[in-house]
Each structure stands twice: as structure tokens, then as C-alpha cells.
């Protein structure tokens, strides 16, 4: 059975950081696709950062220069550090993995505001 546990979202001020966390089990995680994605009110879901089964990361225009994706193949998990958080920032974020077919988590919450 495939699990994917995203955890570490919560409510900060603007400016504050944040890092999510992805636990994943039941695939072999060193040969997934990796990503984050988001989902604000209203809005449709859209790719925040991924990294490859090698480790090239890409990230949207909107999270360059203050977010880092990361993996960690021994663990199983892939971390967002989210630094200089802005209210625009606030969404469900959702960990994807993807090889043979897509996965996903349940999400996590993360609000910023003052």
C-alpha cells in the first residue's frame, strides 16, 4: 500500500519559514519523481518545486530564491524549505510522487498571515 505523510505545515507571520516534510512507503522512493504542489481557495493546484530521482530541482517563478526541495533516498522523504513566507504563500500543500504511476498525500495546511 502506497503512503505519501506530508507534516510541518501550521500558521506563521509573513517573513517566518516553514519546512514540509513528505514520508513516503510502499513504492521505491529512490526512482520517483518528486514534487510539491499547492492549492489555495479558488485556485486550481499548481507545481511549487521537484526534484528528480537524480536531484535536479526546478521551482515555480513565484517560490525561486526562497524555497529549497529536497530528498532524502535513505529515509524515504522529501522536504520544502519554505523561507520569507508570504500571505500569497498560504495553500494546502501537497506531496506528489510519481515513477509507473502518480501518488499523492493527503496535504497540509500552511497560513500566513499576520
Known amino acids: 500500500q502506497v503512503q505519501l505523510v506530508e507534516s510541518g505545515g501550521g500558521l506563521v507571520q509573513p517573513g517566518e519559514s516553514l519546512r514540509l516534510s513528505c514520508a513516503a512507503s510502499?513504492?521505491?522512493?529512490?526512482?520517483?519523481?518528486m514534487a510539491w504542489y499547492r492549492q489555495a481557495p479558488g485556485k486550481q493546484r499548481e507545481l511549487v518545486a521537484s526534484?528528480?530521482?537524480?536531484?535536479?530541482?526546478n521551482y515555480a517563478d513565484s517560490v525561486k530564491e526562497r524555497f529549497i526541495i529536497s530528498r532524502d533516498n535513505d529515509k524515504n522523504t522529501v522536504d520544502l524549505q519554505m523561507n520569507s513566507l508570504k500571505p500569497e504563500d498560504t495553500a494546502v500543500y501537497f506531496c506528489?510522487?510519481?515513477?509507473?504511476?502518480?501518488?499523492w498525500g493527503q496535504g497540509t495546511q500552511v497560513t500566513v498571515s499576520s
Open positions: 510502499g513504492i521505491i522512493f529512490s526512482r520517483h519523481f
Open positions: 526534484i528528480t530521482s537524480g536531484g535536479t530541482r
Open positions: 506528489n510522487a510519481i515513477w509507473a504511476k502518480s501518488y
